[in-house]
């Protein structure tokens, strides 16, 4: 079936230091991608999204990247912090409506201080 | 702080109790969702309401009930669950399902524990 998933369960990063989160996805039909982050003993909180019709976009500090050829998101989070520390999911949206997200396994970003 | 608020926090309740777990938001959202987040996994959807009409059910146990009654409020009814329930259960909302490209926004969770 088709899946949303990550290379990596688990990220080291030292304090300062930039960090990519990597997600794979393999339903070529999504058009809408968010990137989540959740900290211990919370919901998902949401940091940015991306639209199919666009490959890059930028917030603070953080820049999603699309590569739709090989179906392929990445997550950029420029000068890590301690704050930064979390699950991090990927997740798509496909369909004719929002109602459906699915989410990618998650990747536990550690920030080494 | 998260917009979306959900009560109680905790809850530990045997499998033969009747309780109901409770979200709320005033982002004027009328899309609301049910989500199941076991350990170490990714949330997964149960239920998906819009205006205050249930539009996705997927194929959740009848032992857990949603309700619409207003557009900001949504519950989930419990009754007659079993260990393998015990999740942090999420709701999430967003502005509505006619929208695309918005993204839902979610609660802290209540954690569940079925004794």
């Known amino acids: 079936g088709e899946s949303v998933g990550l290379h990596l369960p688990t990220l080291s990063v030292q304090e300062g230091d930039n960090s990519i989160i990597n997600c794979a996805y393999s339903?070529?039909?999504?058009?809408?991608f968010i990137w989540y982050k959740q900290e211990s003993g919370k919901g998902p909180q949401f940091i940015i999204d991306i639209r199919s019709n666009m490959d890059k976009r930028q917030g603070q500090r953080v820049t999603v990247l699309l590569n739709k050829t090989v179906k392929h998101l990445s997550l950029q989070i420029a000068a890590t912090q301690p704050g930064d520390s979390a699950v991090y999911f990927c997740a798509e949206f496909s369909g004719l409506g929002n109602e459906k997200l699915t989410f990618g396994t998650g990747t536990r970003l550690t920030i080494i201080p | 702080d998260t917009e979306v608020t959900q009560t109680p926090k905790h809850l530990v309740m045997g499998m033969t109790n009747k309780k109901s777990l409770k979200c709320e938001q005033h982002?004027?959202?009328?899309?609301m969702y049910w989500y199941k987040q076991k350990a170490k996994k990714p949330p997964e959807l149960m239920f998906v309401y819009s205006y205050e009409k249930l539009s996705i059910n997927e194929s959740v146990p009848s032992r857990f009930s949603p309700e619409c009654p207003n557009s900001s409020l949504l519950n989930l009814h419990l009754h007659a669950l079993q260990p393998e329930d015990s999740a942090l259960y999420l709701c999430?909302?967003?502005?509505?399902?006619?929208?695309?490209?918005?993204?839902?926004?979610f609660g802290d969770g209540t954690r569940l524990s079925i004794l």
């Open positions: 339903n070529s039909a999504s058009d809408y």
């Open positions: 999430a909302s967003s502005p509505h399902l006619d929208r695309v490209n918005q993204p839902q926004h």
């Open positions: 982002m004027g959202h009328r899309a």
